[in-house]
Protein backbone atom coordinates (compact mmCIF):
# COMPACT_ATOMS: atom_id res chain seq x y z
CA UNK A 1 0.00 0.00 0.00
CA UNK A 2 1.03 3.86 -0.66
CA UNK A 3 2.65 5.79 2.41
CA UNK A 4 0.23 8.35 1.59
CA UNK A 5 -2.75 6.24 1.71
CA UNK A 6 -1.29 4.10 4.33
CA UNK A 7 -1.44 7.73 6.46
CA UNK A 8 -4.83 8.79 5.18
CA UNK A 9 -6.44 5.74 6.34
CA UNK A 10 -5.07 5.95 9.24
CA UNK A 11 -6.52 9.28 9.79
CA UNK A 12 -9.60 7.97 8.95
CA UNK A 13 -9.87 5.25 10.89
CA UNK A 14 -8.90 7.44 14.33
CA UNK A 15 -11.76 9.92 13.14
CA UNK A 16 -14.00 7.28 12.76
CA UNK A 17 -12.74 5.80 16.79
CA UNK A 18 -13.01 8.95 17.86
CA UNK A 19 -16.70 9.51 17.02
CA UNK A 20 -17.61 6.66 19.42
CA UNK A 21 -19.90 4.11 19.38
CA UNK A 22 -20.16 0.09 18.84
CA UNK A 23 -20.40 0.62 15.85
CA UNK A 24 -17.36 2.39 15.08
CA UNK A 25 -15.35 0.20 17.59
CA UNK A 26 -16.58 -3.20 15.81
CA UNK A 27 -15.51 -1.73 12.50
CA UNK A 28 -12.05 -0.57 13.85
CA UNK A 29 -11.60 -4.08 15.47
CA UNK A 30 -12.40 -5.86 12.12
CA UNK A 31 -10.22 -3.32 9.89
CA UNK A 32 -7.08 -3.53 12.83
CA UNK A 33 -7.11 -7.34 12.26
CA UNK A 34 -6.76 -7.29 8.38
CA UNK A 35 -3.85 -5.05 9.18
CA UNK A 36 -2.34 -7.12 11.72
CA UNK A 37 -2.35 -10.12 9.56
CA UNK A 38 0.60 -11.57 8.36
CA UNK A 39 2.67 -9.44 10.94
CA UNK A 40 5.10 -10.82 13.18
CA UNK A 41 4.85 -11.85 16.48
CA UNK A 42 7.16 -10.18 17.81
CA UNK A 43 5.68 -6.49 16.57
CA UNK A 44 2.00 -7.85 17.81
CA UNK A 45 3.97 -8.27 21.55
CA UNK A 46 5.50 -4.40 20.84
CA UNK A 47 2.02 -3.47 20.32
CA UNK A 48 0.22 -4.74 22.98
CA UNK A 49 3.10 -3.47 25.28
CA UNK A 50 2.69 -0.20 23.92
CA UNK A 51 -0.80 -0.78 25.45
CA UNK A 52 -0.02 -2.00 28.61
CA UNK A 53 2.30 0.61 29.06
CA UNK A 54 -0.36 3.28 28.93
CA UNK A 55 -2.91 1.29 31.76
CA UNK A 56 -2.73 4.37 34.28
CA UNK A 57 -4.49 6.75 31.10
CA UNK A 58 -6.60 3.96 30.37
CA UNK A 59 -7.50 4.03 34.05
CA UNK A 60 -7.99 7.59 33.85
CA UNK A 61 -10.08 8.23 31.25
CA UNK A 62 -12.17 5.05 32.44
CA UNK A 63 -12.57 6.37 35.99
CA UNK A 64 -13.54 10.22 34.62
CA UNK A 65 -16.63 8.67 32.60
CA UNK A 66 -17.23 6.61 35.83
CA UNK A 67 -17.69 9.71 38.05
CA UNK A 68 -18.91 12.08 35.90
CA UNK A 69 -21.58 9.89 33.36
CA UNK A 70 -25.31 9.88 35.13
CA UNK A 71 -27.58 7.15 34.06
CA UNK A 72 -29.21 4.01 35.61
CA UNK A 73 -27.45 3.60 39.19
CA UNK A 74 -25.59 0.85 40.18
CA UNK A 75 -25.33 1.81 43.91
CA UNK A 76 -28.50 2.58 45.72
CA UNK A 77 -28.83 6.12 46.66
CA UNK A 78 -25.54 7.26 44.50
CA UNK A 79 -25.93 9.27 41.29
CA UNK A 80 -22.27 7.63 40.15
CA UNK A 81 -21.25 5.18 39.29
CA UNK A 82 -23.99 4.12 36.85
CA UNK A 83 -24.00 1.54 33.90
CA UNK A 84 -23.76 4.25 30.81
CA UNK A 85 -20.61 5.38 32.47
CA UNK A 86 -19.24 1.70 32.56
CA UNK A 87 -20.17 1.68 28.77
CA UNK A 88 -19.01 4.61 27.68
CA UNK A 89 -15.82 4.46 29.61
CA UNK A 90 -15.00 1.09 28.18
CA UNK A 91 -15.77 1.84 24.69
CA UNK A 92 -13.57 4.98 24.93
CA UNK A 93 -11.02 3.21 26.43
CA UNK A 94 -10.90 0.29 23.85
CA UNK A 95 -10.93 2.78 20.79
CA UNK A 96 -8.15 4.80 21.87
CA UNK A 97 -6.08 1.41 22.91
CA UNK A 98 -7.34 0.58 18.88
CA UNK A 99 -5.71 3.94 18.00
CA UNK A 100 -2.26 3.20 19.69
CA UNK A 101 -1.80 -0.50 17.96
CA UNK A 102 -2.62 1.18 14.74
CA UNK A 103 -0.02 3.62 15.18
CA UNK A 104 2.64 1.11 16.01
CA UNK A 105 1.63 -0.99 13.00
CA UNK A 106 1.77 2.61 10.74
CA UNK A 107 5.41 3.11 11.66
CA UNK A 108 6.45 -0.71 11.57
CA UNK A 109 4.52 -1.41 8.19
CA UNK A 110 6.09 2.19 6.61
CA UNK A 111 9.68 2.82 6.66
CA UNK A 112 11.49 5.97 7.50
CA UNK A 113 11.67 7.79 4.77
CA UNK A 114 8.32 6.50 3.33
CA UNK A 115 6.67 7.87 6.29
CA UNK A 116 8.17 11.44 6.38
CA UNK A 117 7.11 11.32 2.42
CA UNK A 118 4.11 10.58 2.88
CA UNK A 119 3.37 13.16 5.64
CA UNK A 120 5.16 15.46 3.82
CA UNK A 121 3.10 14.76 0.53
CA UNK A 122 -0.29 15.14 2.43
CA UNK A 123 1.07 18.82 3.90
CA UNK A 124 1.95 19.85 0.34
CA UNK A 125 -1.73 18.43 -0.75
CA UNK A 126 -3.44 20.61 2.01
CA UNK A 127 -1.70 23.70 0.61
CA UNK A 128 0.73 24.09 3.86
CA UNK A 129 3.95 25.48 2.45
CA UNK A 130 6.56 23.42 1.67
CA UNK A 131 9.25 24.31 4.42
CA UNK A 132 6.18 24.07 7.30
CA UNK A 133 5.42 20.88 5.51
CA UNK A 134 8.56 19.81 6.12
CA UNK A 135 8.95 20.64 9.64
CA UNK A 136 5.82 18.71 10.18
CA UNK A 137 7.13 15.41 8.76
CA UNK A 138 10.42 15.14 10.39
CA UNK A 139 9.43 16.54 13.75
CA UNK A 140 6.25 14.08 13.71
CA UNK A 141 9.19 11.21 12.65
CA UNK A 142 11.27 12.29 15.81
CA UNK A 143 8.56 12.54 18.10
CA UNK A 144 7.64 9.09 17.15
CA UNK A 145 11.44 7.40 17.71
CA UNK A 146 11.95 9.14 20.34
CA UNK A 147 9.06 8.03 22.51
CA UNK A 148 10.35 4.07 22.96
CA UNK A 149 13.68 5.06 23.75
CA UNK A 150 12.32 7.74 26.70
CA UNK A 151 10.01 4.62 27.57
CA UNK A 152 12.75 2.46 28.17
CA UNK A 153 14.40 5.07 30.35
CA UNK A 154 11.45 5.86 32.31
CA UNK A 155 11.26 1.75 33.13
CA UNK A 156 14.90 0.96 33.76
CA UNK A 157 15.04 4.35 36.15
CA UNK A 158 11.61 3.36 37.54
CA UNK A 159 12.40 -0.11 38.77
CA UNK A 160 15.40 1.18 40.11
CA UNK A 161 14.28 2.38 43.28
CA UNK A 162 14.77 0.75 46.22
CA UNK A 163 11.46 2.28 48.33
CA UNK A 164 9.42 5.19 48.89
CA UNK A 165 11.76 7.29 49.74
CA UNK A 166 13.23 6.57 46.91
CA UNK A 167 10.61 8.13 44.35
CA UNK A 168 11.26 12.15 44.65
CA UNK A 169 15.23 11.36 43.92
CA UNK A 170 14.05 9.06 41.05
CA UNK A 171 11.55 11.58 39.63
CA UNK A 172 14.13 14.22 39.61
CA UNK A 173 16.74 11.74 37.63
CA UNK A 174 14.06 10.88 35.35
CA UNK A 175 13.44 14.83 34.49
CA UNK A 176 16.83 14.87 33.97
CA UNK A 177 17.16 12.08 31.79
CA UNK A 178 14.06 12.97 29.84
CA UNK A 179 15.71 15.88 29.05
CA UNK A 180 19.19 14.89 27.49
CA UNK A 181 17.34 12.18 26.11
CA UNK A 182 15.09 15.10 23.80
CA UNK A 183 18.30 16.88 23.71
CA UNK A 184 19.75 13.62 21.72
CA UNK A 185 17.22 13.26 19.61
CA UNK A 186 16.88 17.08 18.83
CA UNK A 187 20.24 16.89 17.74
CA UNK A 188 20.85 17.66 13.75
CA UNK A 189 20.74 14.37 12.00
CA UNK A 190 20.11 14.03 7.86
CA UNK A 191 16.53 12.84 7.27
CA UNK A 192 15.79 12.70 4.00
CA UNK A 193 12.62 13.92 2.38
CA UNK A 194 11.60 10.66 -0.36
CA UNK A 195 9.80 11.86 -3.31
CA UNK A 196 6.74 10.41 -3.18
CA UNK A 197 4.88 9.53 -6.24
CA UNK A 198 1.24 9.89 -6.28
CA UNK A 199 -0.75 6.84 -5.19
CA UNK A 200 -2.13 4.36 -7.93
CA UNK A 201 -6.23 5.53 -8.15
CA UNK A 202 -7.53 2.61 -7.18
CA UNK A 203 -5.83 2.30 -3.82
CA UNK A 204 -7.94 5.90 -2.91
CA UNK A 205 -10.77 3.06 -2.60
CA UNK A 206 -9.53 1.85 0.56
CA UNK A 207 -9.84 5.31 2.76
CA UNK A 208 -13.28 5.68 0.88
CA UNK A 209 -14.43 2.30 1.74
CA UNK A 210 -13.35 2.83 5.53
CA UNK A 211 -14.95 6.18 5.91
CA UNK A 212 -18.14 4.80 4.28
CA UNK A 213 -17.94 1.89 6.83
CA UNK A 214 -17.73 4.64 9.76
CA UNK A 215 -20.32 6.66 7.89
CA UNK A 216 -22.90 3.68 8.00
CA UNK A 217 -22.39 2.75 11.91
CA UNK A 218 -23.22 5.81 12.55
CA UNK A 219 -26.22 6.24 11.01
CA UNK A 220 -29.77 5.35 12.59
CA UNK A 221 -31.46 2.25 11.28
Known amino acids: MHPIIRVISYLVV ?7 GRGSLIVGIAILTLA ?17 ALRWLWCSVFSVYLAFTPGNRI ?17 RVASLALIVVYVGWLVRATGREELVG ?18 LAVRTLLVLEAVPRVRAILARSWAGRTG ?12 TLVVQEGVVVATPSTVRIAASSAPPPRQW ?15 PL
Not at 14 to 20: D, F, R, S
Not at 36 to 52: I, P
Not at 83 to 88: A, C, H, T
Open 164 to 175: ARDVVPTLASLL
Open 205 to 219: LYPVVLATLFMAVQM
Open 118 to 135: GLYAIARGIRISRRIAAR
Open 14 to 20: AAGLALG
Open 75 to 91: LPGWDVPSFEGVNEGLE
Open 36 to 52: LLGTRSRDLLAAFRGVW
